[in-house]
């Protein structure tokens, strides 16, 4: 185990218990080439990541493409096989889990998808959607299963007479209702939001994140809530861990994410949003540069090809995560 | 529906909004949503047939096959004889077409009306395609998704399966099992058409199986729990389906041209069994006579119905295209 | 130098300062289910070398608006009417050929995805060089050394080298810089933008945006920028023009309207966007969603969603009338 995880367990034992703890998590991507098909490297989209989630908690996880905050998300409800590392869901290892064990334990980690239209089968009814995760875990009464599905669409706001319609018949917020009531059918303890509002116009943003805290609070949902947009995530998260190139870069408070980032690559995020308020003159960061390959990252700090502050010793030496305030932990030799 | 002062209030007031459970928000928005859903929009089923009316070779192609499907059900009823029971009939030995049911298209060397090969011929030949153009789907959905789905070695391994049924010469080994077996019955036909021609259906499934895995909506039905085998054939197979019908169909119209050309190397179905191809078979020693009935009759049939199962095929290859978008 | 922008000034005078103006543009598409009005009698203008930004959510009709500029809209939609002049000239009564010209050179435009607006199969350098190839009379060689340029001044590293590579060599930031070269290679009047960093991650935006400005006051460009984010346009336009079912239905300054919106849209777009520092607040919301664009309603199209809405909202529709004493600002609403 890495200080890091240890620091962050330490302090989330202290506020209560942990629903999910992620330790050193690594997934990689193996890169075929040549004729035969063979692994000639690896994408590193998750290089050794380690964070937890209480009960009820909101966390946020924020990056730009590329950063494996997605890998993140499907690695913990088992889509992605991880290549390293831990997942504890109640204490308990499921990374190791196989068969019908893994089949019970997916009842308490749902997942939501950005894409509305990819993610909802077009060739089934709505009420199949949702109720299937009803039938393969034993709900084997269609009448049952109907009157399950008819009461989560009026939880997502839709109507119930609804269920025999099929997806193309829908508006693209209509349609991540249907895939919130999937994932709400289960009643998970864990739901991991994958970037679900990124792909809806700004009007119905607003009203599906209403809908979730909205649902957060009556089912007592835990959410891993993973977007590209930090003002969707300061808004949803009760804390945020900002990625890079498949590490963590800073976890903190979101309040205190915001009022005071640390690390640059943070800094710079924030800067770059551009904010509908003409009264506001702020100072913008422009990084230079891509995002580097994970393929092969930078040496030491994997920020350091892009940052102002970048010395010689980011180049030799891999910043740890550390505590630099009470609950604000960056990754930076300067922060 | 619900009361508008309630909408406003919930939408843009400017002080500290009050919280709202729920059902209540949901109710609000259940409204005001209807309205976008109160019109239906078209089904899949509609917007298929308004592509496939527009295909007008594919309407001509549809009615012609519909009229040969007819005449395969009733052939056997209307037919003037059957061949057992006409035996050599030396009263009309290549006779020209006549006005009369029997002689309508002219006779054989046997005697034997030309109408009866036409008719019964009907049916063998839809039989023998659609059956074996069943086997060879069914066979071929099978590898098709499982190669697909799994990819990895699981897929290189019946890949290369499938390259050698693939690189087969066709024709000859089916003229091999078909003599070796004895030929005879259309379901021995049928047994070896599907067993040997299901490799470029396989191929085709497996393409599309490839690109279906990595949909969202597989993923979400895996992080339910649903089985492997569920999500192959219940989720990814209805979404494959168009790909499925198209090759059946052009599928049917191959296997009914294979069927007449074994017959017409007589290593396919054998009398009493009737087929178009058996006419032709019959006809290629004796046209040299003059006799064209006994070749063209049958001859025609089969370029009709294998012309208008390949239009029907087109019209739905575009009216059942999934990437053409639609309006919506 | 200083006598070649006497002369322009000059022309600017003579063209009283616009550049673009739009009248009534109505651009209509045939679908299965009926005729959509994608853009609805649309009216604007843009003086020269100004910033206008067009936001609204999708389906609200601003890309269409963007492509009947340009007329490359294409079947089954056609321009149903309006009048679009351009300097002196009606665009929508020039020859295809006239057009032609005008395409690339006087007005030019950079499309959201960097992946699919460029040829895989040749050079970058050459497809800027063939870009101004089409409308100079210059050599390959000359065409080369102005996409060299170019590169430089859309801050490209090291253009000599880049302007040989394909473009699966460069990121999406980077081809988006090449689309904003190309765009840029004849020196037009009019640059339109149609959500130009939508499709990138933030700091890349952020990189395109800066871009986008620097150039704006280095090149006497009139820039329009089509986009969903209104922070976008905050940021990068003077004016902004707010969309909604195909009509225009506010238009003023980016100060004014974004401190004090008229149109009920606007003022919601506004309040439901998260930002920084409104924490554990309720999201406002705008109920509902855009209407079906085969089935508007009958009045203001926003009538169903609005919560000021009134009985004359249901029946008629608002005209986008001036407000203010000046005069600087126009809303489509019968609250005014």
Redesign the interface.
Known sequence: MTIESEAIQQHSDANGNLLLDVRDLKTYYPILGGVLRRRVGWVKAVDGVSFSIKSGETLGMVG??GCGKSTIG?TV???VDATGGKVMFEGRDILSLRGQE??RM??N???I???PY???????PVGDIIG??LM??GMKSRKEREERVQYYL??????KE?VR??P????G??RQRI?IA?ALA?RPKLVVCDEPVSAL???????V???L???Q??FGLTYLFIA?????V???SDRVVVMYLGKVAEVAD??RL?ANPKHPYTQ????????????VKKQ?I???G??PSPINPPSGCRFRT?CWLAQSICAEQEPQLRQVESGHWAACHFA | MQDPELMETAVLSDQEPTPIAPSDSSRMLMGAEDDQLGIRQLSQMQLFWIRFRRHKVALVGAVILAFFVVLAIIGPYISPETYEGSGWNPVALNWAPQWSWHYLMGTDANGHSILMYVLLGARTSLEVGVLSAFVATLIGILVGAVSGYFGGWVDAVWMRITDVFLTLPFLPLVILVSAYLGGGNAYIIVAIFGFLGWSSVARLIRSYYLTLREQEFVDAARAVGVSHSRIMFRHILPNALSPVIVSFTLAVAGFIVGEAAIDFLTVGIRPPSVSWGIALAGAQNNLILGNWWWAFFPGVCLLLVVLAINFLGDGLRDALDVRAKTSE | MSTEISQHELMQETHNGRLLRVEGLRTYFKTMDGIVKAVDGVSFDMPEGSSLGIVGESGCGKSVTSLSIMRLVERPGWIAGGRIWFHDKDLLHLPEEQMRQIRGDDISMVFQEPMTSLNPVYTLGDQVAEVVRVHRKVSRKEAMNRAIELFKLVGIPSPERRIKDYPHNMSGGMRQRVMIAMALANDPDLLILDEPTTALDVTIQAQILELVKDLQQRVNTAVMLITHDLGVVTEMSDRIIVMYAGRVVEDGDVLSVLKDPLHPYTKGLLASIPSLGKKNQRLNVIAGAVPNPLRMPQGCKFAPRCPYVMDVCRNEEPELLTQGEHGERKVRCWLY
């Open positions: 730009e493409s499907r409800v088992r889509l893994l089949k997916r009842r980690m749902q997942i998808f950005q894409d990819a993610s909802l089968n077009p060739r089934m299937e995760g393969v875990h009026e939880v997502v706001g839709l109507r609804y319609r099929y193309h018949e829908f508006s917020g209509q895939g999937r289960l116009d700004v009007s119905i943003q607003s009203q994140l209403n809908l805290s909205d649902l609070k009556e590209h947009d930090l003002s969707v300061e808004y949803i979101s309040e915001y710079a995020l924030l800067s770059a949003i551009p904010i509908p308020d003409p009264t913008r422009v990084l230079h891509d995002v892009r």
